[in-house]
């Protein structure tokens, strides 16, 4: 299948036109220009369809110009803002996410409820001049560097858990959040803890209506899609299978059938995910979105966790060594992959939720009854976290 970006269209020629003028833009001037985010809404975006949105990409890699990186706070938290935020709070917050001058968190999972969000104990109550949260969150990535946050809490422990939640915005630096870093096996620490003792937020920190957390929580976790001109193979870092295949090349070959067959096949599920991605694209473009997004995880990340272990595998006896890379291969992303791989079928939805999901939204099976929600099998495919 081929997918080529047609080479004349009034959208390049605008990019092209900008950048004469901008050669090198700074992320401000990008943010202001609506080229962060250009299918989101002016002003904050261009209304850019799938196809400008993709020609714009095309631009701005060919004259070498990186978008501002703020991924929580851009891929999750602004358009919660841009949806149910008040005017004061899209012009005070929104410019400045989008340069990457403040860097945003995503305060939702707790130690005690998994992939439950609605189970969410935190809480948030209110005082004559605003509200005092307490409680804890974990799995926060870039806590540390956050400047804000963006909380889902309850405000009222007395109706349904569902209905119980609300949405606010919450400066990292308040007194009384404490934020301890979660070093993960792979040296880097990303995730966080973070704990709230009283820590006093304004009464204009609620995003939208009290009680209405459920539904905006739900709408963030839906912005948690692929971005087309970003879509990469495997979920996490590291090298690919087809990165695989060519050091095999470079190598000479693999002499060993078993190991040999284990390459083909892993080169085989990567020109799978590869066309899979190239039909989401096309169904974007002509309008006709499908489920292959909500697939797309299902089959990459298993795969991601497959490359890793043959390139540990072909490394032969140097791979119990923790730097070690595939057939004399340089180790530092391949053995960082490696470490990372088993994070892949757990974090953002662990394979069972995944798979449950699947079921009962594509696939239309019946839901869980709640007579077997508390059974020990039923709560196997629960343990999961979303950020």
Known sequence: ??????????????????????????????????????????????????????????????????????????????????????????????????????IWCQLFSEPGSGSDLAGVSTRVEKTDDGWIVN???????????????????????????????????????????????????????????????????PRDAIIGDEGNGWNMARDTLDNERVTLSRAGLQWGWGPTAEDLVQVARDAGGVKDPVLKMRLVDAYIEHE??????????????????GPEASLRKALSDPHGQKTFILSKDLAGANGMLLESGPLGADPMWWSRGFLFAPALTIGG???????????????????????????????????????
């Open 349 to 387: 939805g662990t394979s069972e939720v995944l798979r449950n999901v699947i079921a009962e939204r594509m696939l239309g099976l019946p839901r869980e009854r709640e007579e077997d929600a508390d059974k020990p099998w039923s709560q196997a495919h629960r343990r999961s976290s979303t950020k």
């Open 135 to 201: 409680g804890q969150k974990v799995w926060t990535s870039l806590a540390h560097d956050a400047a804000f946050g963006i909380l889902l809490a309850r405000t009222n422990p007395d109706v349904p858990k569902h209905q119980g939640l609300s949405y606010f915005l919450i400066d990292m630096k308040t007194p009384g959040v404490e934020v301890r870093p979660l070093v993960e096996m792979t040296g880097d620490h990303l995730f966080n803890e973070v704990f709230f003792t009283d820590v006093h937020i």
């Open 1 to 102: 299948m081929d997918f080529e970006l047609p080479a004349e269209h009034p959208a390049r020629t605008t990019v092209r036109e900008w950048l004469a003028e901008h050669p090198t833009p700074t992320p401000r001037e990008l943010a202001d220009a609506g080229y962060v985010v250009p299918h989101w809404p002016k002003p904050w975006g261009l209304d850019a369809d799938p196809i400008e949105q993709l020609l714009i990409s095309d631009e701005l890699k060919r004259a070498n110009i990186a978008r501002p990186v703020n991924p929580i706070g851009i891929g999750h938290c602004g358009p919660i803002l841009v949806m149910h935020g008040s005017d004061a709070q899209k012009n005070r917050f929104i410019p400045p996410m989008l340069a990457a001058e403040e």
């Open 272 to 289: 799978i995910i590869r066309i899979h991605g190239l039909r989401m694209v096309a169904a974007a473009v002509s309008g006709r979105p």
